[in-house]
C-alpha cells in the first residue's frame, strides 16, 4: 500500500480514537509519571541551542496544538506551523489557537517550501511511520528545516508492536537519526531519546 494511501486509512483511527490531551499541564504531569524530572527544563535545554533565522517552527504531528503553543510561547518572536493527519485535532488546534497556523496534510509530504523553518518539532511520530516511509519522511524534514528536534521512545532494536488500535514501529532511533542528521545535543531520559539535529548541507 503505498504512503499517502495508509496513513489516509489511518486517520479515522487517530480521530477516533487518539486519547489526545487537553491542557499543558496534563502534558508535563504524564511526562514526570514517565520519568522525567523537569520535562519543561529538558525541552528548553535543547530549544535554547537552536539558531533562530527565519523564526519558524513546524510541529510535525501536532495534535491539538498544545506542544507548538509551549514552543511559541518559550521562545521569543517565533511563528508556529502545526501538521497532522487528524483533522479533528487540527479543527481543534484552529479554534483553540488562532494565532498560530494548522493544517492537515497525507502523514508524508509537507506542504511548505524548502528551508521555510529553523526548527522541525517530531514528538513521538516517527514510531508511527512504516519503516519503508521512513527514508520519505526524513527527506522531506531535510528539505524544509535546518534543524530536527526529535522526541522518541529510546529503543534498541527494529520490532513492530501492536499497541491497542496501532503499530508501533520500533527502531534503534539513535543510530536511525545519525544516518540521515548530524546530532548537535541528544539526551536520554526516562527511557525517551530527545535529540537536536542539524540538517547537513
Same mark, same amino acid.
Given at each position: ?24 499541564? =496534563? ?20 530549544? #535554547? ?5 527565519? #523564526? ?7 495534535? #491539538? ?9 518559550? !521562545? %521569543? =518572536? ?7 493527519? #487528524? ?6 488546534? %484552529? ?18 517550501? =524548502? ?23 526524513? %527527506? ?6 535546518? %534543524? !530536527?528536534?526529535?522526541?522518541?521512545? =529510546? ?47
Amino acid at each position: 500500500m503505498k504512503a499517502e494511501e495508509y496513513y489516509k486509512k489511518i486517520e479515522s483511527k487517530w480521530v477516533n480514537e487518539y486519547p489526545s490531551v487537553e491542557s499543558l499541564d =496534563d502534558v508535563w504531569k504524564f511526562y514526570k509519571e514517565c520519568g522525567y524530572q523537569d520535562p519543561q527544563k529538558t525541552l528548553m535545554s535543547i530549544l #535554547n541551542e537552536v539558531s533562530w533565522k527565519e #523564526n519558524k517552527v513546524l510541529d510535525f504531528g501536532c495534535d #491539538n496544538g498544545l506542544m507548538l503553543k509551549f514552543i511559541c510561547d518559550s !521562545v %521569543n =518572536d517565533i511563528q508556529g506551523f502545526g501538521i497532522d493527519i #487528524n483533522s479533528k485535532a487540527i479543527e481543534k488546534a %484552529n479554534e483553540r489557537f488562532p494565532e498560530l497556523q494548522f493544517q492537515s496534510f497525507n502523514g508524508v509530504t509537507i506542504p511548505f517550501e =524548502d528551508k521555510y523553518f529553523d526548527l522541525v518539532f517530531v514528538c513521538a511520530v516517527i514510531k508511527h511511520i512504516r519503516y519503508e516511509d521512513r527514508k520519505k519522511v526524513y %527527506n522531506e524534514l531535510k528539505r524544509v528545516a535546518h %534543524n !530536527v528536534f526529535f522526541i522518541e521512545i =529510546d529503543a534498541k532494536t527494529e520490532q513492530e508492536v501492536p499497541h491497542q488500535a496501532w503499530t508501533f514501529y520500533h527502531s534503534h532511533f539513535e543510530e536511525e537519526f545519525k544516518k540521515h542528521f548530524q546530532p548537535l545535543k541528544v539526551i536520554h531520559e526516562a527511557g525517551d531519546l530527545l535529540g537536536l539535529y542539524e540538517i547537513e548541507r
